[in-house]
């Protein structure tokens, strides 16, 4: 507790909640409130924790819709909480990071989904194709905290510690109706110790696997284990699925695990192909394609500024993500249909024969081709009409930041350099594609 209440580590944790800058808990208390409020307090705070006084308060839960249905219950901490939590993670994380498996990719300091699908892809081409997918029902909500705290006593002996760490986990929630609920199990999300508690949790299922001498990757609650046959496959589920309730008193859902070839299954949003390179899996592509379909949306109120910067910040992050496939033929290949429905969004936007007759004008159309102006076809129609993608081009639509996939990847592309050129270069040049 020393450690963590010492100034170099309360000022460290104090400008990651600031820069993190949270909704607010139940207290209502923001994130760029809080210096000022440890400025006044900050001694009184200190104190109670070195005394082992400090009492969390209950957290606001709030459900984010998950993409593919259900609900997902975030906990929101006071600020002051989460502080808190930030310190303690600080000088948890360093002690616990170098017992943690190796397949363990998620939530920790430097790795992260792109890393477990590389190591995913390395065991597929060392010939394990079968992979034993389990989806942990409601992992978050069930975690058990007596199995919890004592995997975190066996590192953790500073007894202050270990009994704040309990009071987080019983702080309990305030539902959207104003009332609290206590809680018995379950490590919320949305502080920032959960992630690192749920790791410390499932270290004794990674340490069990390689126990088995098997192989496998898990980021958070998602596990994969490779083997070679769907024998092998079939009965690790099985004998898996059976320890887990065991030894951690969880479950397996039945509905969301299974067994498949590396193809038939994803992973974090991705899938290895028969060719086992690593390509976006067809859920995937299926939601960027109704976000395609909402952004583009023309009956929304905003600017066609405003629609350009939706779409860009999401494609790029989108692509941030999935542009690290190495297969991207899925991906690219939606470019012509993302500029139809662009193409669509602006003819209905145009509103009217006179609107539209006033922006092909704009557009450098000739008067001789402006009559489709007063077309009666439908919008989605008029989507590919020639004079529509004449006066509204690939090259008008990039110049405009109205980017697709395809843009995307060509920019990705490693340069090319005419031997002329190479000639002159002294030294080898090593040309690597730019970072999106």
């Given at each position: 507790m020393e450690a963590a209440v010492e100034a170099g580590n309360w000022e460290a944790a104090l400008c990651a909640v600031e820069r993190n800058a949270g909704a607010p808990g139940p207290d209502g208390m923001r994130?760029?409130?809080?210096?000022?409020?440890?400025?006044k307090h900050g001694a009184g705070i200190r104190a109670k924790l070195l005394k082992g006084s400090y009492q969390p308060g209950a957290a606001r839960r709030k459900e984010i819709p998950k993409p593919n249905g259900g609900i997902r219950p975030l906990s929101i901490p006071n600020v002051l909480d989460r502080f808190v939590q930030q310190m303690l993670l600080q000088?948890?994380?360093?002690?616990?990071?170098?017992?943690?498996s190796e397949a363990s990719h998620g939530f920790r300091p430097g790795r992260g989904a792109h890393g477990a699908i590389g190591a995913a892809q390395r065991q597929a081409?060392?010939?394990?194709e079968w992979v034993v997918d389990m989806d942990i029902t409601a992992f978050f909500d069930r975690v058990n905290h007596d199995i919890l705290m004592t995997q975190v006593s066996r590192v953790v002996r500073d007894k202050r510690?270990?009994?704040l760490i309990g009071r987080f986990l019983r702080a309990g929630i305030v539902l959207p109706e104003g009332c609290k609920v206590s809680s018995t199990e379950g490590t919320p999300q949305g502080g920032p110790l959960s992630p690192l508690l749920a790791n410390i949790y499932l270290d004794k299922l990674d340490k069990e696997i390689e126990r088995r001498g098997l192989k496998h990757v898990r980021y958070a609650d998602d596990c994969n284990i490779y083997v070679s046959s769907q024998r092998a496959a079939q009965r690790v589920l099985e004998v898996m699925g059976q320890w887990i309730a065991k030894h951690l008193k969880l479950e397996v859902n039945a509905k969301k695990s299974g067994i498949g070839r590396v193809w038939e299954r994803k992973f974090l949003g991705f899938i290895l192909t028969a060719a086992l390179l690593i390509a976006a899996s067809p859920q995937a592509i299926a939601k960027f394609k109704d976000q395609v379909r909402a952004k583009w949306d023309a009956r929304q109120s905003l600017s066609s500024e405003q629609l350009r910067d939706q779409w860009s910040n999401y494609q790029r992050g989108w692509w941030a993500y999935y542009g690290r496939a190495e297969e991207?033929?899925?991906?690219?290949?939606?470019?012509?249909w993302i500029r139809r429905h662009m193409r669509k969004c602006f003819w209905q936007r145009w509103h009217n024969a006179s609107g539209r007759l006033a922006a092909l004008t704009r557009l450098?159309?000739?008067?001789?081709?402006?009559e489709v102006a007063r077309s009666s076809r439908g919008a989605w129609r008029m989507g590919r009409h020639p004079v529509l993608q004449?006066?509204?081009n690939n090259r008008t639509l990039k110049k405009y930041g109205l980017i697709t996939p395809a843009d995307l990847a060509s920019r990705d592309k490693p340069r090319v350099v005419s031997n002329r050129r190479m000639r002159k270069t002294a030294r080898p040049v090593v040309w690597e594609p730019r970072r999106v």
């Amino acid at each position: 507790m020393e450690a963590a209440v010492e100034a170099g580590n309360w000022e460290a944790a104090l400008c990651a909640v600031e820069r993190n800058a949270g909704a607010p808990g139940p207290d209502g208390m923001r994130s760029n409130e809080l210096r000022d409020h440890l400025a006044k307090h900050g001694a009184g705070i200190r104190a109670k924790l070195l005394k082992g006084s400090y009492q969390p308060g209950a957290a606001r839960r709030k459900e984010i819709p998950k993409p593919n249905g259900g609900i997902r219950p975030l906990s929101i901490p006071n600020v002051l909480d989460r502080f808190v939590q930030q310190m303690l993670l600080q000088v948890m994380q360093p002690i616990f990071e170098p017992r943690f498996s190796e397949a363990s990719h998620g939530f920790r300091p430097g790795r992260g989904a792109h890393g477990a699908i590389g190591a995913a892809q390395r065991q597929a081409r060392e010939g394990r194709e079968w992979v034993v997918d389990m989806d942990i029902t409601a992992f978050f909500d069930r975690v058990n905290h007596d199995i919890l705290m004592t995997q975190v006593s066996r590192v953790v002996r500073d007894k202050r510690m270990l009994q704040l760490i309990g009071r987080f986990l019983r702080a309990g929630i305030v539902l959207p109706e104003g009332c609290k609920v206590s809680s018995t199990e379950g490590t919320p999300q949305g502080g920032p110790l959960s992630p690192l508690l749920a790791n410390i949790y499932l270290d004794k299922l990674d340490k069990e696997i390689e126990r088995r001498g098997l192989k496998h990757v898990r980021y958070a609650d998602d596990c994969n284990i490779y083997v070679s046959s769907q024998r092998a496959a079939q009965r690790v589920l099985e004998v898996m699925g059976q320890w887990i309730a065991k030894h951690l008193k969880l479950e397996v859902n039945a509905k969301k695990s299974g067994i498949g070839r590396v193809w038939e299954r994803k992973f974090l949003g991705f899938i290895l192909t028969a060719a086992l390179l690593i390509a976006a899996s067809p859920q995937a592509i299926a939601k960027f394609k109704d976000q395609v379909r909402a952004k583009w949306d023309a009956r929304q109120s905003l600017s066609s500024e405003q629609l350009r910067d939706q779409w860009s910040n999401y494609q790029r992050g989108w692509w941030a993500y999935y542009g690290r496939a190495e297969e991207q033929k899925n991906m690219v290949q939606l470019s012509g249909w993302i500029r139809r429905h662009m193409r669509k969004c602006f003819w209905q936007r145009w509103h009217n024969a006179s609107g539209r007759l006033a922006a092909l004008t704009r557009l450098g159309i000739p008067p001789s081709r402006r009559e489709v102006a007063r077309s009666s076809r439908g919008a989605w129609r008029m989507g590919r009409h020639p004079v529509l993608q004449e006066a509204l081009n690939n090259r008008t639509l990039k110049k405009y930041g109205l980017i697709t996939p395809a843009d995307l990847a060509s920019r990705d592309k490693p340069r090319v350099v005419s031997n002329r050129r190479m000639r002159k270069t002294a030294r080898p040049v090593v040309w690597e594609p730019r970072r999106v």
